[in-house]
């Protein structure tokens, strides 16, 4: 059980705009910033967001972090295929001292 | 052109020891917090260990606490984990990464 929450799937067609949720606390998400990050298949972690709602330089504009209490969502619109993927939200835990990731959703592009 | 490149991984037995190391290059890893993040195959990502830029703070999650120790050489751009006592669930691929660059990862198996 991950200390932040994420749905295990999320769908949309090519050319919607999806959003991904993450759930957590006032120690985590509610104090803190959050990271979002992206997995291809069989490829390590891709940083997507920073800072809750920056973007590293390279990550399209299609892509943007919002946070609002103890919970943050990623945005992707104009979805394509090619972002077919993993997600994950990252976070530094202050009651535990030391970050936390969500279980991660599966972005399926129908 | 930044890149880390993990080494060290293998198949361990139960209750040995493994010390994965993290070779930087294109920046110099002591002016970051650097960690260690694992993830069993097709798994989601766990946070194992952090050492702080300046190298005097450290911090692991619970499952990994007393067993591993998260060190580094700056003379040598280097990061590690040592892993003492590894269980079966501890295997995994094993990522060092300072939150913005990751390493490709290295397996570790925990098998008798």
């Known amino acids: 059980q991950s200390v932040l929450t994420q749905p295990p799937s999320a769908s949309g067609t090519p050319g919607q705009r999806v959003t991904i949720s993450c759930s957590g606390s006032?120690?985590?998400?509610?104090?803190?910033?959050v990271y979002w990050y992206q997995q291809l298949p069989g490829t390590a972690p891709k940083l997507l967001i920073y800072r809750s709602n920056q973007r590293p330089s390279g990550v399209p504009d299609r892509f943007s972090g919002s946070k609002s209490g103890t919970s943050a969502s990623l945005a992707i619109s104009g979805l394509r295929s090619e972002d077919e993927a993993d997600y994950y939200c990252?976070?530094?835990?202050?009651?535990?001292?030391?970050?936390?990731f969500g279980g991660g959703t599966k972005l399926t592009v129908l | 052109q930044v890149q880390l490149v993990e080494s060290g991984g293998g198949v361990v037995q139960p209750g040995g020891s493994l010390r994965l190391s993290c070779e930087a290059s294109?920046?110099?890893?002591?002016?970051?917090?650097m960690h260690w993040v694992r993830q069993v195959p097709g798994k989601g990502l766990e946070w194992v260990a952090l050492?702080?830029?300046?190298?005097?703070?450290?911090y692991y999650a619970d499952s990994v606490k007393g067993r591993f120790t998260i060190s580094r050489d700056n003379s040598k751009n280097t990061l590690y984990l040592q892993m003492n006592s590894l269980r079966v669930e501890d295997t995994a691929v094993y990522y060092c990464?300072?939150?913005?660059?990751w390493g490709q990862g290295t397996l570790v198996t925990v098998s008798a």
């Open positions: 050492i702080r830029y300046d190298g005097n703070n450290k």
């Open positions: 006032s120690s985590n998400i509610g104090s803190n910033f």
């Open positions: 294109g920046f110099t890893l002591s002016n970051y917090g």
């Open positions: 990464a300072n939150l913005t660059y």
């Open positions: 990252a976070a530094w835990d202050a009651s535990l001292s030391g970050w936390v």
